[in-house]
């Protein structure tokens, strides 16, 4: 990483009234020549992203954020970020939730009372000078649930008698989450972040269906590989790495 590690006390917060999507936002000034760290936080997105280009929306009151920051980590190191930001996530549900409705479903969903709370999204892009940019996008149902989404989702405030955080108030929690993680990334590896990671795991030990693109596999979830990828326990015995995809479990995914 480059001056301070991503998400630090040394990260400012530009908050925008409104933007297209703060990763896009992120990309362009990235391409611009901009290194970072910085949050991008949007208060209303038009044209909000997920995984596989779905659509993300926002809705008023949720959280829509992105970290850029640069990196001389190869590209498959660098995509490790994604498990340091559903840690972020996590921490920022349990400051204002009991721990035991918080889970984190592979390769990156934060779950609420089993169901779809937040999205990360990672991109990344050369740069000219050597290594890489990376724009962590995260995005929180903290005031309300998506009103068309593909599967069951829910928000922050459903499992909440007091008001939820504000957008402003939630990104200040989850930079210095995203802070403590990435210190222990960049400091003990990915084996500590994946220790963490699985100890709030969604669905490890059970039966699932991966959807690949033009394949659909099922198995059992076993755990993640050393780079970051699930094993799937195949019904023939053979063990199956899966390193990108869907992944469900039961109706609750």
């Known amino acids: ?12 917060v530009v908050v925008l009234d409104e933007i297209d999507s703060t990763n896009a936002e992120a990309r362009r000034r990235a391409e611009a020549g901009e290194v970072g760290p910085v949050w991008l936080v949007g208060l209303r997105q038009t044209a909000g992203r997920g995984r596989r280009g779905r659509a993300w929306e926002t809705g008023a009151g949720n959280l829509a954020a992105t970290l850029l ?51 990360i999204l990672i991109e990344s892009g050369a740069r000219p000078t050597g290594g890489l940019w990376i724009a962590a996008g995260v995005g929180v149902n903290l005031a309300r649930k ?32 995203f802070e403590r993680w990435s210190a ?26 991966a959807r690949l693109g033009t394949e659909t596999v099922q198995g059992i979830a076993e ?16 063990l199956r790495r899966i390193t990108a995809g869907d992944v469900f479990f039961g109706e609750s995914s």
Not at 186 to 192: V, Y
């Open 1 to 12: 990483m480059t001056g301070v590690p991503p998400g630090s006390k040394g990260a400012p």
């Open 69 to 119: 920051f640069t990196t001389d980590k190869p590209p498959a190191e660098a995509a490790q970020v994604s498990f340091v930001a559903a840690l972020a996530v996590a921490d920022l549900l349990a400051a204002y939730v009991p721990a035991s409705l918080i889970s984190l479903k592979w390769p990156n969903d934060p779950m609420l009372g089993g169901m779809k709370v937040s999205g």
């Open 146 to 177: 998506p009103l068309d989404s593909e599967r069951p989702a829910t928000a922050l405030t459903t499992y909440r008698a007091a008001p939820p955080p504000s957008p402003i108030e939630a990104i200040e929690v989850l930079a210095e989450a």
């Open 184 to 209: 222990v990334w960049l400091s003990l590896g990915f084996p500590a972040i994946a220790d963490a990671w699985t100890a709030r795991a969604h669905g490890l030990g059970e039966p699932c269906v």
């Open 223 to 238: 755990g993640l590989d050393g780079d970051g990828a699930l094993r799937l326990r195949l019904p023939d015995g053979c």
